[in-house]
């Protein structure tokens, strides 16, 4: 129950810090923060390792698909919103 | 590695992630800042793979080299005017991977995962259900965002109530799992039901609520993710994935504003659609055509421009004529600017991406808000390929966009619409804005349209 309360306490403070910070971005950023979140998203990719990497077959099946998945979301996730975010130029 | 240095390592990982976010509240730090999420995940992902008792790497680095290869190709070749589909795609990937670990942790439960048993079991199915959701729901919005043929807004009698019936079932067996998570069959059950019910609560969604769906399954696929972190008792995957949860919902409020609609009215589809006049009552001999030549004579004598990019300028792939004609109007004096509708294009910001693809300065880029009061000091407002957010009939009740905030770009002195017919937008009601005394309609491709217009200014 402890570690459960915990775990609660992260996810209610952390739900409240991405109010914050992301209410600042501004619409013109908008299509990167959706594909940028995305890319953070994939931080189940450190449970599809643990998945995949048991003696398990069934679990290092699933695991490696969901490996797939995530490292799509990163790489992909990352790369785009790092391509769209060069384009974006001052006056001068 | 001692789990203290672990937990370190993850918590580094999650400030990352809020200094991406909080880069992103600017152009000029929002390059730095994506790179320092990047970071962080990349600390994460060694961390995990140096600590936990993996017995086996190769099905993990398989993965990486085929998830990641996809990714890199896709992402490097995705033309900007694809971005919703990107995005889409991206949404549903995120919640496949949490239905797919959470799945995995019911069959080796004590190698992944050192959570109570009923947090556990609670998170597990949570995490099912709503990642199933997003991925088949995203795949939807993929399907109909990317223009396939055979995909189509389909509604039907009882959807709704069809709807409440498969959540419910969902809810059932969601019990079911958590008295027994070791009967994997309850799991997947019940991912299939949740897949049901995202395929329909997607499907009858049309495109003018397309930038509120994937805000909505955004939100979904982080929310997945911190469950998912629940299954794991791994606090990098609580935080990011409410980082990206309240990412989500921040940007559906804003979408279902800039559309006066109520987030339920769009999942549970009651969205309106026609009525009020008809065509012929609104365009009936009012409409005025124009040529290239004529606008260049006007625009020649203009002193402020505001340009108004729709959907159509994605469509037509128009944004570097765009910026071509804008450059034309500066070099003689003409101040320009572009203003953006929340909700121009099929997902937010979109407008901004394409014209900053063209090099146009984001200074330049005004939002509506910031344009409007500024509309009846224009001399010309050029709109290409935009409907419903410049429809003055949201002003008053009684229609399906009644009550939305639009750009004012009826009070500009003369309004340009460049379009290829006279069809309704989204909304499906006609535009009195195209009868109007000062509007020209500029019929044509948007691209080919402008590109005419340059030549026209050019020649002058």
């Not at chain 2, 509240?25 to 600590?51: E, K, Q, S, W």
């Not at chain 2, 365009?283 to 004529?294: F, L």
């Not at chain 2, 709109?383 to 750009?407: F, H, K, Q, S, T």
Request: charged share 10%; proline share 5%; with cysteine.
């Amino acid at each position: 129950m402890e570690s459960f309360i915990a775990a609660v306490t992260v996810f209610v403070l952390a739900i409240f810090v991405g109010f914050e910070v992301i209410r600042k971005v501004p619409p013109t950023l908008h299509t990167p923060l959706t594909s940028g979140s995305n890319a953070i998203s994939g931080i189940t990719i450190l449970g599809a390792i643990v998945l995949a990497g048991t003696a398990d077959t069934l679990a290092t099946i699933l695991g490696f698909l969901a490996v797939v998945f995530a490292t799509f979301n990163v790489v992909g996730g990352f790369t785009v919103t790092h391509r769209m975010l060069k384009m974006f130029k001052s006056r001068d | 590695m001692p789990p203290a240095l672990v937990n370190l390592a993850y918590l580094i990982a999650a400030v990352c992630f809020i200094l991406a976010f909080k880069g992103l509240a600017h152009p000029r730090t929002a390059v730095r800042g994506n790179l320092t999420g990047a970071f962080g995940m990349l600390l994460a992902i060694v961390v995990t793979l140096l600590d936990k008792h993996i017995l086996s790497f190769t099905a993990i680095f398989a993965g990486m080299l085929v998830g990641g290869a996809i990714g890199a190709l896709v992402a490097t070749r995705v033309k900007m005017t694809s971005m919703p589909e990107m995005v889409a795609l991206l949404n549903g990937f995120g919640g496949g991977a949490s239905v797919l670990v959470a799945g995995g942790a019911l069959v080796v439960p004590h190698a992944v995962s050192d959570a109570p048993p009923l947090q556990m079991a609670v998170a597990t199915v949570t995490s099912g259900l709503i990642g199933a959701v997003t991925f088949f729901g995203s795949l939807v919005a993929f399907t109909k965002l990317a223009d396939f043929r055979w995909a189509k807004d389909v509604r039907f009698k009882g959807q709704q109530v069809l709807n409440s019936v498969l959540f419910l079932l969902a809810l059932l067996i969601a019990t079911q799992v958590v008295r027994d998570p070791s009967a994997l069959e309850w799991y997947w059950g019940l991912v299939a039901v949740a897949a049901v019910l995202g395929v329909l609560l997607v499907i009858p969604i049309g495109g003018a609520n397309m930038p509120i769906v994937i805000c909505l399954l955004n939100s979904y696929s982080g929310l997945a993710a911190a469950a998912t972190g629940f299954v794991l008792n791994n606090n990098g995957l609580i935080i990011a994935g409410s980082l990206v949860g309240a990412s989500g919902i921040i940007l559906t409020q804003i979408m279902c504003k800039a559309m006066n609609q109520s987030m339920t009215d769009v999942v549970f589809g009651a969205a309106a659609v026609g009525g009020g006049a008809s065509a012929d009552e609104v365009y009936g001999g009012k409409v005025k055509s124009t040529s290239p030549d004529e606008v260049a004579m006007i625009l020649d004598g203009a002193r402020r421009v505001v340009i108004v990019p729709g959907y159509g300028l994605a469509v037509s792939q128009a944004q570097h004529a765009v910026r071509d004609l804008a450059n034309l109007l500066e070099s003689k004096g003409v101040d320009v600017e572009y203003g953006i509708h929340p909700v121009a294009g099929r997902m937010p910001g979109h407008m901004n991406v394409l014209l900053a693809e063209a090099n146009i300065p984001y200074e330049q880029v005004k939002e509506m808000d910031e344009v409007n009061p500024s509309l009846p000091q224009t001399d010309v407002a050029i709109v290409i390929g935009a409907n419903d957010v410049v429809n003055p009939v949201a002003r008053e009740p009684g229609n399906p966009i009644a009550g939305m905030p639009i750009l004012d770009v009826d009070k500009a002195r003369t309004c340009v619409v460049i379009k290829r017919s006279l069809s309704p937008g989204f909304a499906g009601i006609p535009n009195p804005l195209f009868a109007a005394d000062n509007t020209l309609m500029l019929f044509g491709d948007g691209k080919k349209a402008l590109l005419d217009l340059v030549a026209a200014v050019k020649a002058q």
